[in-house]
């Protein structure tokens, strides 16, 4: 089994910035992609950043050239570096892994933290 624990959400005023972290243990697993989602009330579950085993990084246009998705392969660790917050980003902010384990392609999510920005 793989999992994972995030960290880093909190409460920033607008223009603020956070980073969150995302990481996996277990054993026998590798990680494909990487990514961050996020929920905010009322609202469905949207893609906010992914990342490629290689580093490729695709982001929402939302949070383009604000946010930034990096990984940590020998940590199997993501990253979301978010900086000019808006409040507009307030939601709940879930980690997401695409894992091989044995001969099966598995779907993780992280528990979720909370992201506030206020005006």
């Known amino acids: 089994q793989v999992q994972l624990v995030e960290s880093g959400g909190g409460l920033v005023q607008a223009g603020g910035s956070l980073r969150l972290s995302c990481a996996a243990s277990g054993s026998g697993f590798r990680i494909n992609a990487m990514g961050w989602y996020r929920q905010a009330p009322g609202k469905q579950r949207e893609l906010v950043a992914v990342i490629s085993p290689g580093g490729n990084a695709d982001y929402a246009d939302s949070v383009k050239g604000r946010f930034t998705i990096s990984r940590d392969n020998a940590k199997n660790t993501v990253y979301l570096e978010m900086n000019s917050l808006k409040p507009e980003d307030t939601a709940v902010y879930y980690c997401?892994?695409?894992?091989?384990?044995?001969?099966?392609?598995?779907?993780?999510w992280g528990q979720g933290t909370q992201v506030a920005v206020s005006t």
């Open positions: 997401n892994l695409k894992v091989v384990l044995s001969t099966s392609f598995l779907n993780y």
